[in-house]
């Protein structure tokens, strides 16, 4: 049965400053409202009922997305998933992301949601948060009277926990620019097309000649956050890329992770998926590392 929302403060700061003064003063009753896709959601639902909304929507230079591919990239916490799913840098130079964006199959969310909102959510099986594992990215964090910045993967502390204190917002995401010879690839496994993942993987690979010099592997939905495969990646890095080694990276990549078994999939079938995902995804990598498939066709 729909109920109505509880009363509470609505306040609109026009700088990140006052913002995070707001978010200071009231503390755990606050909530910070980019987008709303989720928040209003379970405002209506009364799994939260904040006494004060802090929306950021009208804060000037907060929806950037800046980036060359040599420079990095730029995320601000308003820029939409739409946004940077259009951005050219993106389609470019940060596949991993632009496909865990494109899987969504909503336009309103996409329209509506931010990149920044979706990971400060902390679902175990975002499409946004591996690929940005995957592909090394920070978070840059504000405070009453303090600045600091910490990668993704430390970000995330469980499923609907991120490492900021009491006052604090993210303002933006930073990716660093891809070396020369990078290719990244994400894939995903779902019901269907609208369903939150049962298994997503991301994997950014550096190559030189046919050797990889470097790459990073993240899981989705196989644990509380999203995790890196290292033992998979230490297997890998320094290697002669050929079929066989492939196999057997995506073999130990299976073996690190610890699904559940739930309503989406057992756990059994996700621990066999996974290195079906992962040797697709090396494989796809491989191929856009070395140049046939980098740039995405429209």
Same mark, same amino acid.
């Given at each position: 049965?729909?109920?109505?929302?509880?009363?509470?403060?609505? *306040?609109?700061?026009?700088?990140?400053?006052?913002?995070?003064?707001?978010?200071?003063?009231?503390?755990?009753?606050?909530?910070?409202?980019?987008?709303?896709?989720?928040?209003?959601?379970?405002?209506?639902?009364?799994?939260?009922?904040?006494?004060?909304?802090?929306?950021?929507?009208? *804060?000037?230079?907060?929806?950037? *997305?800046?980036?060359?591919?040599?420079?990095?990239? $730029?995320?601000?916490?308003?820029?939409?998933?739409?946004?940077? /799913?259009?951005?050219?840098?993106?389609?470019?130079?940060?596949?991993?992301?632009?496909?865990?964006?494109?899987?969504?199959?909503?336009?309103?969310?996409?329209?509506?949601?931010?990149?920044?909102? +979706?990971?400060?959510?902390?679902?175990?099986?975002?499409?946004?948060?591996?690929?940005?594992?995957?592909?090394?990215?920070?978070? $840059?964090?504000?405070?009453?009277?303090?600045?600091?910045?910490?990668?993704?993967?430390?970000?995330?502390?469980?499923?609907?926990?991120?490492?900021?204190?009491?006052?604090?917002?993210? %303002?933006?995401?930073?990716?660093?620019?891809?070396?020369?010879?990078?290719?990244?690839?994400?894939?995903?496994?779902?019901?269907?097309?609208?369903?939150?993942?049962?298994? +997503?993987?991301?994997?950014?690979?550096?190559?030189?000649?046919?050797?990889?010099?470097?790459?990073?592997?993240?899981?989705?939905?196989?644990?509380?956050?999203?995790?890196?495969?290292?033992?998979? /990646?230490?297997?890998? +890095?320094?290697? $002669?890329?050929?079929?066989?080694?492939?196999?057997?990276?995506?073999?130990?990549?299976?073996?690190?992770?610890?699904? *559940?078994?739930?309503?989406?999939?057992?756990?059994?079938?996700?621990?066999?998926?996974?290195?079906?995902?992962?040797?697709?995804?090396?494989? %796809?990598?491989?191929?856009?590392?070395?140049?046939?498939?980098?740039? $995405?066709?429209?």
């Amino acid at each position: 049965m729909a109920r109505g929302l509880k009363p509470f403060e609505f *306040i609109e700061p026009k700088s990140v400053k006052e913002a995070v003064s707001t978010l200071s003063r009231w503390g755990s009753r606050a909530r910070l409202l980019a987008g709303g896709v989720t928040l209003v959601d379970d405002m209506r639902r009364r799994v939260v009922t904040p006494g004060c909304v802090v929306s950021i929507q009208n *804060i000037p230079g907060i929806d950037c *997305i800046k980036g060359d591919g040599k420079s990095g990239l $730029k995320i601000g916490a308003m820029a939409s998933l739409r946004a940077v /799913e259009l951005s050219p840098v993106v389609q470019r130079d940060y596949l991993p992301l632009y496909e865990g964006i494109h899987h969504i199959h909503s336009l309103q969310t996409k329209y509506m949601g931010t990149v920044v909102g +979706n990971l400060c959510v902390a679902s175990p099986a975002s499409d946004i948060a591996v690929p940005l594992v995957a592909l090394g990215a920070e978070v $840059k964090v504000k405070g009453v009277g303090r600045t600091r910045s910490m990668p993704v993967e430390k970000f995330l502390l469980g499923v609907n926990r991120i490492a900021l204190k009491r006052g604090e917002m993210v %303002t933006e995401l930073t990716i660093p620019a891809p070396a020369k010879g990078t290719g990244g690839a994400f894939l995903r496994l779902a019901r269907t097309a609208a369903d939150v993942a049962k298994l +997503n993987v991301a994997v950014v690979m550096t190559v030189s000649g046919n050797v990889c010099r470097d790459v990073r592997i993240a899981l989705g939905a196989v644990a509380p956050i999203p995790i890196r495969a290292r033992k998979a /990646e230490a297997a890998l +890095n320094g290697q $002669k890329l050929d079929p066989e080694v492939l196999s057997q990276v995506a073999e130990v990549a299976s073996q690190e992770a610890r699904p *559940i078994s739930d309503f989406r999939s057992t756990a059994e079938y996700r621990t066999e998926m996974i290195g079906l995902l992962v040797r697709r995804g090396l494989e %796809t990598a491989l191929e856009r590392a070395r140049g046939s498939s980098r740039r $995405k066709v429209t």
